[in-house]
């Protein structure tokens, strides 16, 4: 999705409310004791309304977000529960930045690395466009700040008019067809957006356990997923290279295979990490009562040197691994990308097939992810053609 304004993130039980009053901020809905459906725990609404700027509390100021694909919406879905049927992200114009009476944050504005800077100070132009450069990424780390960052915010005092509404996204059909029923005669467009609530864009279920995505496997929420590598631990490119910035203990393991030399073809290393996923991908993970107990991720290698490509022979010999360990190992639940295709050089009609005859074989969840570099065509997909 690409960012075009400033997004405002609630239930949709407070639109009708909204488009009569604007965005409130949570200390106005209750001066005028409005009725509000509460999406934020009590926790992060106690942290906000401590945190001040100028001399005013948070809760005195309608929070926007530059990136609402972020770590509180991602606690907001996951960890508070909130159904994403009833959540809406309204759009706001990004004319509202040319307002003299606002403030930006560089990041969480309840945290307390984040800077606040006024619509009038001398450098606020080249601070909005950092900040609007740093927003534009699909995942985030609690390892280099950008979890953090990724939460910037625009903050305006008491509300935002209605005239700075520009749209509606929401993550279903289901939702759309909510929003409809209360906007009514209104003018204003409805986005179905799934891959901004981290739902996936498809999914085609093959067996009661088996199902392809077309999504970002990163937010599958199953226990185990899998990277795909070489045995020389270079990690440059494609997931791998996202598992080495947002995971960096990932990568420090997969160094330390390949230098004992204990990865190699039909040989994958289950890493059995003791850290949540939740705890790198939620805000305010600590005043959680619930996550994911652990996350662990399998080192799959599809090639000896990251120059070749992928080896079909040697991705077989990995899925007979998994079939005859998934259990012993303790393995729950599998997200498993397409194996050697992409960066690999395989082509989806030779590897689907391939994975479906060894995975579908598993008592587990097991999710198969798309590969995301070209479009798999429609006939390729079809139980007829990866089942048989």
């Not at 993130?9 to 407070?14: G, L, P, Q, W």
């Not at 900040?131 to 534009?136: A, D, G, L």
Request: hydrophobic share 40%; net charge positive; glycine share 4%.
């Amino acid at each position: 999705m690409k960012l075009r304004g400033l997004y405002y993130i609630t239930h949709i039980d407070n639109l009708e409310s909204i488009l009569e009053n604007g965005i409130l901020s949570h200390n106005e809905v209750l001066r005028r004791n409005l009725k509000h459906k509460k999406i934020y725990s009590e926790e992060i609404i106690k942290k906000r309304q401590e945190k001040l700027i100028k001399n005013k509390p948070l809760g005195e100021f309608a929070n926007l977000y530059f990136q609402p694909r972020n770590a509180m919406l991602y606690r907001i879905i996951f960890l508070e529960k909130v159904d994403v049927n009833q959540l809406v992200i309204i759009g706001v114009k990004p004319d509202i930045l040319n307002r003299k009476d606002i403030y930006i944050s560089d990041g969480n504005a309840a945290s307390d690395f984040t800077n606040f800077y006024s619509s009038n100070d001398k450098d606020y132009k080249k601070i909005l466009k950092k900040i609007r450069n740093e927003v534009n990424k699909d995942w985030w780390s609690d390892f280099d700040g950008s979890k953090r960052k990724l939460m910037a915010e625009c903050l305006i005092e008491r509300y935002v008019p209605l005239k700075y509404i520009l749209e509606l996204y929401v993550a279903t059909h289901k939702a759309r067809e909510n929003v409809e029923k209360i906007i009514k005669n209104r003018k204003i467009s409805i986005v179905l957006e799934p891959k901004l609530f981290f739902l996936p864009n498809r999914e085609i279920r093959l067996t009661n356990n088996l199902i392809i995505v077309e999504g970002d496997m990163f937010f599958s929420r199953m226990q185990t997923l899998t990277i795909s590598v070489n045995t020389v631990g270079v990690m440059g490119k494609g997931l791998a290279s996202r598992a080495k910035y947002q995971f960096p203990d990932v990568y420090v393991k997969y160094q330390e295979l390949c230098k004992l030399k204990k990865l190699d073809l039909g040989k994958p290393f289950l890493y059995k990490r003791e850290l949540s996923l939740d705890e790198v991908l939620s805000d305010e993970p600590k005043t959680l009562t619930e996550n994911n107990s652990h996350t662990w991720f399998l080192l799959f290698p599809t090639k000896r040197h990251w120059k070749e490509k992928a080896s079909l022979e040697g991705i077989e010999e990995g899925l007979k691994w998994i079939l005859r360990n998934y259990k012993k190992e303790g393995i729950e639940s599998l997200a498993v990308p397409a194996l050697g295709c992409g960066l690999g050089g395989l082509e989806w009609r030779d590897v689907g097939p391939l994975m479906v005859r060894y995975l579908k074989k598993l008592e587990i969840p097991v999710r198969i992810y798309l590969p995301l570099e070209k479009k798999i065509p429609d006939e390729q997909l079809t139980k007829n053609f990866l089942l048989n």
